[in-house]
């Protein structure tokens, strides 16, 4: 055996002293990083995809909120949505993970709370005045018992896109009613025009979108209020009807083209063909409008152009225009956070400095709206009228009470997703509508019975 | 079994007779030695397998909805699997699955390791374009065919354009009678290559005289492959297989990124039902309960391996 393949204890002890203070001081340097040039970093996991949609978020609100607040910090790492969700839970539960939790829905982040894995912002917001700076009626969701554990980071409704220029064509007009709709549709299938965009591809909670749409214009916010509350069950004939409804709509090829490629086109060539006028309408989140324009005009090379509507109502005594509202996900501390007063300076920051706010919201239509109080003339003049048109609509829905609910704010978690998963069965003719329903109330009476639904907002007239 | 060869019997006792007669202290040096260069290996493992692996027996048991605390429920997540048509509806696919994966990529890949073992000149180049798939992403593969297959603007309407019938309109990853194979079809193209290097390899240590002497012998290519390369061939073929099957059962990446297990559950496996459960469910008890039952399965299938090598077959 040679010399240098022998191993003496002394080596061998040197050899671990090294590994062991390379450990050390790896550890050191860890618990250091939070704390560095007398300035303290945050960690915020976020779900922006895209290089553009990155960079906007790093120079127009993490720079920002830099130079405003000169003692902290944000280190953002990017994720993809349906990613987000799992790592922030792993993390969670080993009472690690991110400063700033980024939640992907309202009742998401209540079945975080309950987990005790959430800070009680309650003092913070009592402190800085949040319920001023906030609308009230988008912090209802993350309130548990008399805490409130997270804010709302964005307005969710429901649109129905349409082609403009098509439509300009054609002299059609954008349907307030379910005659004018099936009118339309009808109309554009025979010039073999694709009536509804509808793809589950990129997003398997897709389906929820659609029932969203159909049971609010279909069955009604009254009715699903009852049904949220436990005074009606979703068995009542008018959530069948509703699910029903749509079923017929993916039979007659209307949605995406056949319930086949709704599950195979991918949205990017779903929204190629929208652009070009081979499918007339999209109902789509508010969220779609940051990302549209990329099928239409001179980025697509096709000269068209879009605008949107408030989805017809589809039974008699449904209002139009209605509004489904909800919030898409939210922001909140980690209770294992070690700064967790500096992360609220952020929030306080996000949700208080209206300019800025306001700023965001008209430079990336759909994806800053922050349900915070705003007069129309505040908004800034270079705004897109459609984004305009969004914010004031949905505000006015509010003050109104013109809204319904949406599926991913204040259905429970199990029932909420069970409303995707369970309809991609009725879609592909392994379930009836009404064993759909009658499985979902029993799911929603499961949890009702341990207390997971989200507080419900009654209906009635919210001001801002 | 004979005893050892004659000669060796002196040597050995001459060892023992030095290793007793070193002091105690260098017995004990010697005998913890080995351990201590073990030691940061079974800590790790400690920490990152067995760990895990008890949390999730302990897991399985209770009704853990991924993050909180649990309650300890006893063996109701077992039960309820059994009764799950779901777990049923996913082991079928699984064993669809299994079937397929266990013999297309292996058929294309033995002839396809015959055919490259019957050329010398640009053997290099077909062994890595047959390798690509295996090292290209999961993510990158499933995008390409999603794209190859998408049925507005893939092969299949240019195919139709051309003519063929029945084809034009088919979304092979959207139609629930469809989606399982056409996943499966995707796996098994990116695969089969590896498969094929491999076999290649263990046919290069094949004896070139035996498919001389069978030459010699008036044996046709066929017999030659079946009477000597697969013989030949024989241990990396079983454990080949073995891994096909453990992996076929493992199944998860390919199915969650095109299909998520849809449309409807159509292409639903054990895996992506185990995911779903403890990651969109919120039943991350009744997934561990899934999961350990499938390694139930895969364990079977690594005792009937080292039993069969125990008793001396050729694997």
Known sequence: MTESATVTRRNFLAGTGLAAGALLSGSALAACSSQSNGRTDLQLWIDITGAANEKYFSTHVIDVFEKADRKVEVDTTFYQGQDLRRVIQTALQARSGPDLVRGASASLTQAWSKAHTLADLSSYAAKDHWSSKISSWALKPFITGSKLYALPMRVDTMLLYYNKTLFGQKNWKAPTNRDELEALAEEAAGHGIIPFGATNVDWSAASEWLMTVFWNHYSGPQAIYQALTGQIPWTEPTFVEAVELLQSYFNKGWMGGSTAKYYSVPSATMGAQFGDGKIAMFPQGEWWMSSLGQFFGSAAHNGNDWDWAPLPALQSGIRYPLYEIGVGGSLGISAYSSHPSQAAQFLNWYYGDTQQALQRMADVPGTYNIPIPFSASSLPSGMDPRSRRLVTATQQAMATGDFGYVTWTWWPPKSDTFVYQGLDQVLTGKMTAKEYCAQLNQIFRQEMKAGTIPPTLKPGRYQA | ?315
């Open chain 2, 1 to 315: 079994m004979t005893g050892p060869p004659v000669g060796t019997a002196t040597v050995e006792p001459q060892a023992s007779t030095v290793a007793d007669s070193a002091p105690p202290a260098v017995r004990r040096r010697r005998r913890v030695r080995p351990w201590l260069f073990l030691l940061p290996l079974i800590l790790i493992n400690l920490f990152v397998v067995i760990g895990p692996s008890i949390a999730t027996v302990y897991y399985s048991m209770t009704n853990w909805t991924g993050i909180g605390s649990a309650k300890f429920i006893g063996f109701a997540n077992y039960r309820r699997a059994f009764d799950d048509p779901n777990v049923r509806q996913a082991l079928l696919h699984n064993l669809i699955w299994f079937a397929l994966f266990l013999t297309v990529p292996m058929a294309l890949g033995l002839f396809g390791a015959y055919l490259l073992s019957q050329i010398r000149r640009y053997q290099i180049l077909f062994r890595t374009i047959f390798f690509i798939p295996y090292v290209t992403a999961s993510v990158v593969n499933a995008a390409v065919w999603q794209n190859i297959l998408n049925p507005t603007n893939g092969i299949g309407v240019a195919l139709g354009h051309l003519g063929i019938p029945g084809i034009g309109h088919v979304s092979f990853f959207g139609s629930p009678s469809w989606a399982l194979y056409a996943v499966n079809f995707v796996v098994d193209w990116h695969w089969w290559g590896f498969l094929a290097v491999i076999f290649l390899a263990a046919m290069q240590g094949i004896d070139p005289s035996l498919y001389e002497a069978a030459r010699v012998d008036g044996a046709g290519r066929w017999r030659q492959f079946r009477h000597i390369t697969i013989p030949g061939i024989q241990p990396t073929l079983v454990f080949l297989a073995l891994m096909t099957i453990v992996w076929s059962l493992k199944v998860f990446d390919y199915i969650y990124i095109i299909t998520n297990g849809g449309p409807g559950g159509a292409s639903q496996v054990v895996s992506t039902l185990m995911y779903n459960e403890a990651f969109t469910q919120f039943n991350a008890g009744y997934a561990a309960a899934i999961g350990l039952s499938m390694s139930f399965f895969i364990v079977i299938v690594l005792i009937g391996y080292f039993y069969l090598r125990k008793r001396g077959s050729k694997i």
